[in-house]
């Protein structure tokens, strides 16, 4: 999509996706990422997901990326933290304590700036991308991220039945994208109740991506 069709998104608060507490696939499914302490997370296209908090609160050390200033602003405001803003080309860092948000496109953000990560929580980053964006975006994380360990969620449905975001992203399509740099291991696959926006029956599919 478009970057100013996420903008646009955000400005007319069109904002269904964002969920009113931390997502359930993380809290049940964090125990099989056997990160250590103050482990560092990556939450790629974050808006401002109750997740950043919920991985602070336990400790661990966040980085976000985020194409909207409005949802950066919101997340730190609903954080009640004031963030320091540094300008790094075409990305702003907005920084707190054990938190970095890097605004601007994802494909902007290098490994360099962004810094070591520990593991990845990609809950509707590789969903919220249309089908000839997503192989380039797989390929882009895995090298920003040094291969690290990834909790990923997708949607299964006809996607002629309904147009996205999100968008189905089947099991063979995530074989495709990451078999060649992860080994793979579905461990969910539930049907969505009331199907996707009560408009389409489908399935979320979480999985495990480790590099070892």
């Known amino acids: 999509m478009e970057a100013e069709f996420w903008r646009q998104i955000w400005r007319n608060n069109a904002i269904g996706f964002h969920e009113p507490k931390a997502n359930p696939v993380l809290i049940r499914?964090?125990?099989?990422?056997?990160?250590?302490?103050?482990?560092r997370f990556f939450?790629?296209?974050?808006?401002?997901?109750?997740?950043?908090?919920?991985l602070l609160s336990k400790g661990y050390r966040v980085a976000g990326a985020e194409l909207s200033e409005m949802a950066v602003?919101?997340?730190?405001?609903?954080?009640?933290?004031?963030?320091e803003v540094t300008e790094l080309g075409q990305q702003k860092r907005?920084?707190?304590?054990?938190?970095?948000?890097?605004?601007?496109?994802?494909f902007d953000l290098t490994a360099e700036a962004l810094g070591p990560v520990d593991a990845i929580f990609d809950r509707a980053a590789l969903?919220?991308?249309?089908?000839p964006t997503r192989a380039r975006y797989c390929r882009h994380l895995?090298?920003?991220?040094?291969?690290?360990?990834?909790?990923?969620?997708?949607?299964?449905y006809p996607q002629m039945l309904m147009s996205g975001p999100p968008f189905s992203v089947t099991d063979e399509e995530v074989e495709r994208h990451y078999q060649g740099d992860y080994q793979l291991r579905r461990l969910e696959g539930r049907a969505l109740p009331g199907g996707l926006k009560g408009l389409v029956p489908a399935a979320q599919h979480v999985w495990l991506l480790c590099s070892d």
């Open 142 to 156: 895995t090298a920003i991220t040094g291969h690290a360990t990834q909790l990923l969620v997708t949607f299964v």
């Open 29 to 39: 499914n964090i125990e099989l990422l056997n990160l250590r302490p103050h482990s």
């Open 94 to 106: 907005y920084s707190a304590e054990n938190l970095d948000i890097f605004c601007g496109d994802i």
């Open 73 to 83: 602003a919101q997340l730190f405001d609903e954080l009640g933290v004031t963030p």
């Open 43 to 54: 939450l790629p296209l974050c808006g401002k997901t109750l997740d950043i908090g919920w």
């Open 127 to 131: 969903v919220a991308l249309p089908a």
